[in-house]
């Protein structure tokens, strides 16, 4: 079984907007055990769509597309999909009064055009949309279907979930299921990991295999079953292993981020933190308080832009380069002015992604001490600063863990 | 003169990570006047990526690939090249020679699998690689290119810029350039915009369009001329127009962001600017240390969750709900912490997207007195966000321009 995915619009074409449709729809497909072995982008034309159409039709059982489905003259994908299966169109007066309703609902008036989204190519199942105006509806061709959606994320992802997934699951009798988890590392580089996990890599069912992130190493497991719970036991083990070859590298797994995990611990152990940010440019405020738990355990943040801003708007004095002493007294003063538990200061050159200019030093100070990590250098660009912000991260988890600091 | 591009890999096809190549050259083709009519993604199969191309030398003049030209057995593009093309692979002993000279320079091993990358489709003309590993190449088929990069983006971003864009527009005598100019407005919503410029919307060319973000609303002239120049002088009046109809509303264009305007006009004045944040995390402070000014002009923040941490922080006492009081206390009290010619105060309710909790008040504190933004209520979501945060640094650019703070 094969399926592909057609996202129509002359917007996702020309780079204008990024196309998230289509990424969602082939991580759900891959839940069902449908093979995704095509992705499309194709303008608003109806010329063009149909061709796309016909070609899709000769390779793959599935055929999902999205967006055109509005009711402007720009919205073709109906008579394109009426063109490529030689149907013509139909209106459909019960789906016109169904639009109808959704506009009184909303308490928006209809427009003429609104009645162009209920014809639909003769013979087509209609998914009703209870979330939106545009129509959806699947089109069955010599054991082949393509289905409609709208390109709306929300109505897209709604319809899929509702409609779309269960009858694929009905018509193709499709008992396979895909399950994957992913196990998340920091501290560890990809490199490292291999060498630890290598011959886990060569199982045929569940699959390892790893991805690396600035300052993260992802493992993912994926397993094809007959079922979830078949799935999620052939994972189980593997997990268990991974965990106990990988162990204080592991922060946590599949959607779960290292800043909502630190932020979890804090609100477990009952701690709050403070940070002194003379690097991050309050970004390291802003992944912490994006996670689960919310903004819970973080009290604040002084931020300002290098080590004497930040010294002097600690109160301190701003003499001297960036040094690990200079990181100390500004944890202990960030710690101090929050009256947090845990003050955790960055400091680092004027211009932090100028390796050159010097170091950086990230300190964590607590009820019992300082505890300095490894001092870094500095490295440029969103990969630097993601790497930058997990190290500093992982100070925080490392120390709520009791294990050493590096 | 059509052209496609075909993005490789298996995890661009399952949505594991988004692909910003295709958009980037996308956008690139357009302003050589080429048509870009599809897109398609295919993942680490050489059958199909060869039928894949075999399709699109049926309908397209230009075919650019990325990806798939590492050195593992996963990348297939030379492979699958040759066969679409019925071609053998050739090794190219200049090319191994480029390679290992560049895996010399690094101070890294050369493996017998990077001697793989030298291995061409017969006839491939070599698209030398300065800035990475993986070498690129092109393949002349009937009156049809086949242009292979890498995938990795500075690596295909440099070829397409110093090759494969120039080679195109002497290959295939391309004189037409379509350029297009961005204007960003704020403060106005896209209704209100198109009310000012409907009658502007019906020209033919330049064409002119809207777009509507959060807390901004776009306006896109594109024109399609000979030349640059011809262009240019299309495109001009139009601007000129917009910027008398829309005035104070427009605050940059094409790659500005408000905050970069407002990091600029900053710089412009001479002044600096305190942040008292106690509704974005810290995302205002990044905001603006990203724009091209960096973090000249702003000082620093403080951040807290919600308005009694913030007040306490800054040494204040802590009684009342969020109120414009309370954020013209803060915005003085931070001016004077950092010792800024500006205090910008957020504060609002604990919970700054619950907009039944209360209300978000943005206070700009300067060297004669204080001054108010209409209070928000609070939204929430990504657009929420982007809107607040508009709003925000619109104050302080309508405060620097001398126009009314709204």
């Known amino acids: 079984m094969q399926a592909e995915i057609i996202s129509i619009g002359t917007e996702l074409l020309l780079g204008e907007i990024i196309d998230t449709n289509a990424a969602w729809i082939a991580r759900q497909l891959t839940t069902i055990g449908l093979n995704l072995y095509y992705k499309v982008t194709v ?50 007066e019960a789906l016109v009064a169904e639009v109808a309703g959704f506009f009184a609902r909303m308490g928006r008036p209809m427009t003429a055009n609104n009645r162009k989204q209920a014809c639909l190519p003769r013979g087509a199942h209609v998914i009703h949309n209870p979330v939106g105006t545009a129509p959806a509806f699947a089109v069955e061709q010599e054991e082949r279907v393509i289905i409609c959606l709208p390109g709306v994320p929300h109505e897209m992802q709604y319809l899929m979930e509702h409609a779309v997934l269960p009858w694929l699951r009905a ?16 501290g560890i580089g990809e490199s490292a990991v291999d060498a630890q996990i290598g011959d886990l890599m060569h199982l045929a069912n569940p699959t390892v295999g790893t991805l690396a992130h600035p300052g993260q190493t992802d493992v993912r497991i994926a397993a094809k079953a007959d079922s979830e719970a078949e799935a999620e036991a052939l994972i189980a083990p593997v997990v268990s292993e991974l965990r106990a070859r990988l162990d204080e590298y592991i922060y946590g797994a599949d959607g779960e981020t290292l800043a909502s995990a630190v932020s979890a611990l804090l609100v477990e152990h009952g701690l709050t933190l403070a940070l002194a940010d003379g690097v991050t440019s309050g970004e390291l405020n802003l992944a912490l308080s994006q996670g689960a738990q919310g903004r819970k355990g973080l009290v604040g943040s002084l931020v300002a832009p290098g080590v004497a801003a930040l010294l002097e708007a600690l109160g301190l004095s701003t003499e ?6 200079a990181g100390a007294r500004a944890a202990e003063a960030v710690r101090r002015l929050y009256g947090a538990d845990l003050g955790l200061a960055l400091v680092g050159p004027d211009d932090p992604t100028d390796a050159a200019a010097g170091m ?12 300095q990590a490894e001092p870094r250098v500095p490295r440029a660009g969103p990969s ?5 912000l997990h190290g500093a991260l992982d100070v925080v988890r490392r120390h709520l863990l009791g294990l050493e600091i590096r």
Chains 1, 2 share one sequence.
């Open 320 to 325: 001297g380069a960036p040094s690990a002493a």
């Open 384 to 388: 630097g600063r993601g790497w930058l």
């Open 360 to 371: 950086i030093y990230i300190s964590l100070a607590h009820a019992d001490g300082v505890a």
């Open 43 to 92: 303008g608003d034309n109806q010329g063009r769509i149909a061709d796309i159409l016909r070609n899709s039709l000769r390779r793959s059982e599935v055929i999902i597309t999205t967006g055109g489905l509005g009711p402007t003259v720009d919205d073709v994908t109906r008579e394109a999909v009426a063109e490529a299966t030689n149907r013509d169109l139909v209106l459909d």
């Open 171 to 186: 018509r193709y009798g499709l008992t396979g299921v895909i399950k994957s988890r992913i196990v998340h590392t920091c």
